[in-house]
């Protein structure tokens, strides 16, 4: 069989299982046994005015359902969204790994992925400042492989025990169970200032990474260190690395705010649209791979989950390439219902003894008990592998399986000896030898909490250390005690000095001395910053044109033609929906509303040329529009009369830098009166750059 025909098999058996459990309301309505309903809009009861009828059994058992609908949300990750797609290997890895669905270069896996918030209930806002979760499904023929991992590349604390711990401290507080989906309270703080370890997550938190422009453009993460196993059982240390085709980007805070309220949904729509536009989400796997004799070459420890190795220090192998697809049909059937665990792995893939891990191994399954009701979740369909499933394991709360024969035990004689042991395709557990006494302590080698935090910070470009900083004074500013403001200032001084005097400064705390032990060091991993990211591309990037009565479509048409050409999404917006009439007389469709919409929910914005200013200029919400944009760093282009609109806003640096009219500066490109192929150019470019970071914005008003 072609490698064509048996990727399509893995895939065509996946969908054969969702399609056995999909269901179209077609057809009359009937009661869960098939009995059909005549009427679903009054309940029996005696006489037209008398009480209902217990024998209504349709009424009790459309209630019955309602009232069992809901299960409980996940503890942490309870925000996502998820999609279908397929993984493929560029290359047979097969010298590290013995995995199946690494061996054949283009051969495609089916996968699930979910994307999460942490903190926040089911129904809070995507765009809360917090990590991501990144969590993949590979249905391989060996079994299933879930890489449940994050948009950050460490995490909080070093040992599983402490988990309960950290997320009692990051959710809502227990007494009013206020604020929702938020870091910025006093608990969270609290528990940071005590536990030094939390230092280097902390960073990433405060850093634009937990503002994510949308789940297509962030990284991915395993975490921890892994383990690839060969066919002869030998092993290599391995991070896993997810980068985005279209770079890793993110908002800006007073954006994401805005958001919350303007669109809760952001990324889980954008995510979806894309998907439906047929804009397939893609990443590249990688590898960071550690010779088993390396294991102590560091100047930290492997199995430390606080830790990254720099890209600089061992290069992230490509691998294979992720491609997402297809939208679920069924929110609640597969992407609530999808079941992660971190010791779902296949042949090839093991653990190490990184505690964090080891924690992890043990959580994921036992909370799938409580949240999806008992030991046959497998058996949903999202968590069907496309491998043979054949065990021994009986009964249960929703089980599926009609099994024939009398054996349900091994050995027996009764069942013609199945399901038999295998011996070739097995998983076999990486032989490691241990030895050691039983203790409770933290390796001597977890010790240093401060230095790669350091080493982050050093890292970022200039915007970036500012936006950090603001999200520590944010965040601490928010927190009623001084003494948990002081603590985590103190803590942030063992980090940069400089640093905790600038948030002390922010937050009213005395700046902290210069701390003891405290990391001093000017290293840096270029490949921690989003400055060096892809910001070449343009695609699925969304425009919005301002557009009104007499707008001059002839000098805008080269620019929605070279957006649109090179994959952005162009929406004219204006101040009611319907239609405008340009400056030649035609009739123009609007896309929506102004009032329905907001910048923020654009990454840049065209004010087009005609009498369309004067109109624009006399409504507050288009003049607003702009500026907002403006002070959010996102590309501006102005056309013509459009260009008059601009020197009417607030934006003082481009007016004393220019006289009346802004120029071609800081990300905003103007053209008067017409425009040539180079606007076009030079107003594509600022929008790849993704934001006008180096844009002075403090005076614009927000
Ligand atoms: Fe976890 C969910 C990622 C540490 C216990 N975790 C969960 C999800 C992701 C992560 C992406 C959502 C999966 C989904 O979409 O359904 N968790 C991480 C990462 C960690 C981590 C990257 C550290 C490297 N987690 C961690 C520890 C524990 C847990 C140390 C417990 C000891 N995580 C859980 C959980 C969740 C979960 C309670 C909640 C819902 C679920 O598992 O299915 O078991």
Redesign the pocket.
């Known amino acids: 069989m072609s490698d064509e025909h048996s990727d399509a098999r893995d895939r065509d058996a996946k969908d054969r299982d969702l399609d056995a459990a999909r269901t179209a309301s077609t057809g009359p309505l009937t009661t869960d046994t098939g009995v059909r309903v005549e009427d679903t809009d009054n309940s029996l009861r005696v006489g037209e005015r008398g009480p209902t009828l217990m024998e209504d059994f349709h009424f009790r058992e459309k209630i019955t359902h309602f009232d069992h609908e809901r299960i409980p949300e996940?503890?942490?990750?309870?925000r996502?969204a998820?999609a279908y797609g397929y993984f493929e290997p560029y290359d047979s890895w097969s010298r590290y790994t013995r995995a199946d669905f690494l061996a054949e270069p283009g051969r495609r896996t089916p996968v699930f992925v979910?994307?999460?918030t942490?903190a926040g209930s089911r129904g809070s806002a995507d765009t809360v400042r917090d990590?991501?979760?990144?969590?993949t499904k590979f249905y391989t023929r060996e079994g299933n492989f879930d890489l449940?991992?994050?948009n950050m590349p460490?995490?909080?604390?070093q040992d599983?025990?402490?988990?309960?711990d950290f997320?009692h401290a990051v959710k809502p507080e227990p007494h009013n169970e206020i604020p929702q989906a938020q870091s910025a309270h006093d608990t969270l703080w609290d528990f940071v200032g005590l536990q030094p370890e939390t230092s280097h997550m902390i960073m990433w938190l405060m850093s634009d990474r937990a503002l994510p422009r949308s789940y297509r453009m962030m990284q991915g993460?395993?975490?921890?260190t892994f383990r690839l196993v060969d066919a002869e059982g030998r092993g290599t240390f391995v991070k896993f690395h997810w980068k985005p085709k279209l770079g890793t980007h993110s908002l800006v805070w007073d954006e994401c705010q805005k958001i919350q309220g303007k669109d809760p949904d952001f990324n889980r729509r954008d995510l979806w649209d894309a998907i439906e536009a047929g804009a397939f989400p893609e990443w590249e796997l990688g590898f960071q791979l550690v010779p088993e004799e390396d294991e102590h070459r560091f100047d930290f420890d492997l199995l430390d989950?606080t830790k990254i190795i720099p890209e600089e220090e061992v290069p992230v192998t490509p691998v294979g390439r992720m491609v997402l697809d297809r939208n679920p049909d069924d929110f609640f059937a597969e992407t609530e219902q999808?079941?992660?665990?971190?010791a779902n792995v296949v042949p090839g893939i093991d653990f190490t003894n990184d505690p964090?891990?080891q924690?992890?191994n043990?959580?994921?399954l036992?909370?799938?008990l409580i949240?999806l009701g008992g030991p046959n979740f497998q058996q949903i369909p999202v968590n069907r592998p496309v491998a043979e499933v054949s065990h021994n394991q009986r009964d249960g709360y929703g089980q599926h399986r009609v099994h024939r024969g009398r054996t349900s035990y091994h050995p027996n004689s009764l069942g013609g000896g199945c399901p038999a042991l295998a011996d070739a395709d097995v998983y076999r557990h990486y032989q490691e030898r241990v030895d050691g006494h039983k203790i409770r302590r933290r390796s001597p080698s977890f010790a240093d909490h401060y230095s790669q935090a350091r080493l982050f910070y050093n890292s970022l470009a200039d915007w970036e250390k500012e936006h950090l900083r603001a999200a520590f004074r944010f965040e601490l500013g928010k927190c009623t005690d001084m003494g948990v403001r002081e603590r985590a200032v103190a803590n942030f001084a063992h980090v940069d000095h400089e640093l905790a005097v600038h948030i002390a400064e922010g937050i009213g705390v005395a700046p902290p001395a210069p701390a003891d032990g405290a990391a001093d060091h000017d290293r840096s991993s270029p490949a921690l910053s989003q400055a060096t990211t892809v910001l070449d591309t343009v695609a699925t990037r969304q425009v919005a044109v301002l557009v009104s009565d007499g707008v001059d479509l002839d000098g805008l048409r080269p620019l929605v033609d070279a957006l649109v050409g090179q994959g952005a999404l162009v929406e004219l917006l204006a101040a009611t929906d319907g239609t405008v009439r340009a400056a030649d007389g035609s009739e123009v469709r609007v896309d929506r509303a102004v009032g329905t919409v907001a910048s923020v929910v654009y990454d840049a914005v065209v004010v087009p040329g005609g009498t369309a200013p004067a109109a624009l200029a006399a409504d507050g919400t288009a003049l607003h529009f702009v500026t907002e944009a403006f002070k959010h760093h996102k590309a501006v282009a102005a056309l013509g009369e459009g260009v008059d609109l601009l020197a009417r806003l607030p934006l003082p640096e481009l007016r004393t830098a220019t006289g009346a009219v802004p120029v071609d500066d800081q990300g905003v490109v103007t053209a008067r009166p017409g425009a040539g192929p180079e606007f076009a150019d030079a107003f594509i470019a600022r929008l790849a750059a993704h934001r006008a970071w180096d844009r002075t914005t403090a005076s614009v008003p927000a």
């Open positions: 996940r503890v942490v990750h309870a996502g998820g979910r994307f999460s942490v990590v991501r979760g990144f969590a449940v991992g994050n460490v995490f909080f604390i599983g025990i402490k988990f309960p997320v993460f395993g975490v921890h989950a999808i079941a992660f665990h971190t964090l891990l924690a992890r043990f959580s994921y036992d909370t799938q949240r």
